[in-house]
């Protein structure tokens, strides 16, 4: 586990380190006022990052800024709030509630824990999780991605670390990590060069992060819902789910593999679509018990 750059931030104590990035470190905080925990995110740069993308210093503390008001102006039950934004030593940071857990220590991860963050290190191997309990999070996270489409966003990194768990196994969808979010006629993305997670990243995506649409947060909606329906990633040529497991409803087995599709006009256009789609099979199972 890396260690903490910062014992305290602002009036904030901090505990620990929850996950570093190439642009950021989050620490799970202490609040003396309030008397609770919380999460702390801080502009901490890394050298790796700047090598690797065009992009300046400046601009990413510009994303680091633009991503904490765009998670004030959402007021949504399944997205990430935020508590404060403030700068300490020169760093802006901000504040958000501290919350359990993540996907990934719910379903797993895949392969060698080697190439995981340190602070994963504990997270359990793969796994399957329920149809019920899979549908569940597609639908809260496609609630969440709503909020992001309807006003021309396009988050452009969702993964299970970014699906936060108040709970393990039980616990509700909080969408986090808007810091990658593409703004419409945003002139900081650039032709040729990709961001997001390369397992759940669209293809059109890969080859440039300028021009894609809600519909690449879409197949990344579609290869989480399959990942977790079958207990490993979509590889070579795969067929649907239901192909592993039986109890897979043939209108979800049918959603997820058009969101996969690598023709984008297969996929539903947006979250809200997708959402449309999947509500009927949600209460279905909910009917019937899973």
Not at 120 to 126: G, N, V, W
Not at 156 to 185: H, Q, S
Not at 215 to 225: E, F, K, Q, R
């Amino acid at each position: 586990m890396p260690k903490a750059a910062y014992d305290k931030i602002g009036k904030y104590l901090v505990k620990r380190v929850i996950r570093s990035t190439g642009s950021a470190d989050l620490y799970e905080g202490f609040d003396p006022d309030l008397e609770q925990k919380v999460a702390l995110k801080i502009f901490l740069i890394k050298e790796r990052l700047l090598k690797k993308l065009p992009y300046s210093r400046e601009s990413w503390q510009r994303r680091f800024i633009r991503e904490a008001k765009l998670l004030s102006q959402i007021d949504h039950p399944h997205v990430i709030s935020l508590r404060e934004l403030s700068t300490w030593e020169e760093k802006p940071f901000y504040v958000m509630p501290y919350v359990e857990t993540n996907l990934l220590y719910e379903m797993g991860v895949d392969g060698d824990l080697e190439h995981y963050a340190p602070e994963l290190q504990d997270a359990p191997l793969a796994r399957q999780l329920t149809v019920l309990r899979s549908v569940e999070i597609l639908y809260q996270t496609a609630s969440a991605l709503a909020a992001f489409h309807g006003r021309g966003l396009v988050h452009r990194d969702i993964k299970p670390a970014n699906i936060l768990l108040t709970k393990k196994k039980k616990g509700l969808v909080k969408l986090c990590d808007p810091g990658m979010v593409k703004f419409p006629n945003s002139e900081e993305s650039l032709g040729g060069y990709w961001i997001g997670t390369e397992d759940y990243i669209a293809p059109e995506q890969k080859r440039s992060a300028m021009d894609v649409k809600a519909t690449a947060d879409i197949y990344a909606l579609g290869v989480m819902g399959y990942r977790m329906l079958v207990g490993h990633l979509p590889a070579g040529v795969f067929s649907g789910p239901k192909e592993d497991v039986a109890a897979v409803p043939e209108a979800l087995n049918d959603l997820i593999m058009r969101s996969m599709s690598r023709k984008v006009k297969r996929r539903p256009i947006n979250a809200l679509a997708f959402l449309t789609e999947l509500a009927p099979i949600r209460a279905d199972l909910r009917r019937r018990g899973g």
